[in-house]
């Protein structure tokens, strides 16, 4: 059941009407066998912002890949209401923003901008329009000037910001973040904050940082091998001392 | 993600997986050699050849048609042995006038090309059970017993240790690109050929650049813990005697699927 809050619902988000995500019991086994998701359920709605915790192997990486369909388990899973299927692939890639764990993994053009360019060029997006996005997409990131620089080049926090403002230039209706705060300095971290905070987007971001979950999302999600095993208030979850040691979590 | 296309290793606890790898290394060469000499056309040792092989795969517990079913991927190469067909000796057996040339294939020729074709894939099938049945390390270290230059072995190791760093970014990046390869609705979507051209060119650059990077990490980190340029396993590779009866088995079998293949 989807948990009400008071967010940001003063904006209109594109394409998105009702819920943004609707999970009903997925099923995924890695080909080597492995069982990573065990009949997973669970919805978002427009405007909410979701922190998925949980250890590691727990299948939180292995849900957000399902997200824009590069995994594909069994069960029933529906992004504003199109199924996963090839004919809604383009589309569903669209309006959820997955953002790696591993900048290395986001980032394969030489420069900064082609890669925030690609994603709305694949799109079709007019080249004007596509400049406009990606000066827009680097404001966002405060990045404005780093248009020509190599992104193999850059630190790790500007690496992790480069990464999400190349799918915000595709506006999508939901951002799905994998670990964004790990790894990152304190002053880096901080930054990363505020940009989520300010970031008028659904979202639903994977994490070990409790302090974070606690800053910035009012709703939680535990998942701990394969399940979800707690969904709900984030101030409730956190002050159950049990269920957070039970799942290898500690309270901040 | 990991790539396990080119790890062939397949464990099983088998007898053919027990066997000392100099063994099965000598043995799987001798064989190979073994149906490069075989004479054209003779049938009757090429299916015993089969038969043994059979027999090998059963043994290996990986299904009786493990080999037969890996085999197709090596096949297309043989294809290169198609001249074979017009082999001036012979009976012609047809003329195709190609306008520039006139084809003329004959009944040794076509004789010639099935014998090359079921040599190399009964050989291809030879070196797939080989390799599903030996880890890497043993056979690198089979072939060190067996004096072949450390300069060449220990390339050959890095070939295949590299291999997996190379596939594994390849994997990546195309993740990256697929995650992001999106479409509006009534829209084109994929931007122009010449885009996309340069898209996938710059991704072989960082391709390049990510590996050479990310290896030269994995070198350090081995010259860290002491690699002095030798794999080391913990297989005793201690021949026992069974090992040895192996090997007098498979010359044993050499000699018989000879003797059948030349005295008709």
Known sequence: ???????????????????????????????????????????????????????????????????????????????????????????????VGLVFQNPDDQLFSPTVFDDIAFGPLHMGVPEDEVRQRVSDALAAVQMKDFGDRLSHHLSMGQKKRIAIATV?????????????????????????????????ITMLVSTHDLRMVQELFPRMIIMDEGQVVADGDTDELMADIALLTAHGLEQP | MHAHAFDQYLYRDSFLHRLDPRVKVVGVLALILSNALLPDGSWAAFALVWLALLVANDLSRLGLWFTL???????????????????????????????????????????????????????????????????????????????????????????????????????????AREARSAGLPGKKRGGSVLWRARVTGSMAGQLFLRSYERSERIYNAMIARGYTGHIRTLNPHILTNRDWLVLWAVFVLILVIQMVGWLR
């Open chain 2, 69 to 175: 079913r890996r085999s197709f991927v090596a096949l297309p190469f043989a294809l290169v042995a198609v001249s074979a067909i017009f082999s001036p000796n012979g009976t012609p057996l047809a003329e195709w006038d190609l306008g520039v040339v006139t084809l003329v294939p004959t009944n040794l020729g076509v004789i010639r090309f099935v014998s090359i074709l079921v040599r190399s894939w009964l050989s291809v099938q030879m070196a797939i059970l080989l390799v599903a049945t030996t880890q890497f390390p043993d056979l690198i270290h089979a072939f060190e017993h067996l004096r072949v230059p450390r300069v060449l072995t220990t390339t050959i190791a890095f070939l295949y240790r590299y291999m997996f760093v190379l596939t594994d970014e390849v994997f990546r990046l195309i993740r």
């Open chain 1, 1 to 95: 059941m989807p948990i009400e809050h008071e967010t940001l619902t003063n904006f209109v988000l594109p394409e998105c009407d009702g819920d943004v995500l609707q999970m009903h019991d997925l099923h995924f086994a890695y080909p080597d066998g492995h069982v990573a998701l065990r009949g997973v359920s669970l919805s978002i709605c427009e405007g909410e912002k979701v922190a998925l915790v949980g250890p590691n192997g727990a299948g939180k990486s292995t849900l957000m890949l399902h997200l824009n369909g590069i995994l594909k388990g069994e069960g029933d899973l529906t992004i504003a209401g199109l199924s996963i299927t090839e004919d809604h692939l383009p589309v569903i890639r669209a309006m």
């Open chain 1, 168 to 200: 915000l230039a595709m506006r999508p209706g939901i951002l799905v973040l994998d670990e964004p705060s790990a790894g990152l300095d304190p002053r880096a971290r901080r930054l990363l904050i505020e940009l989520l905070r300010q970031l008028p």
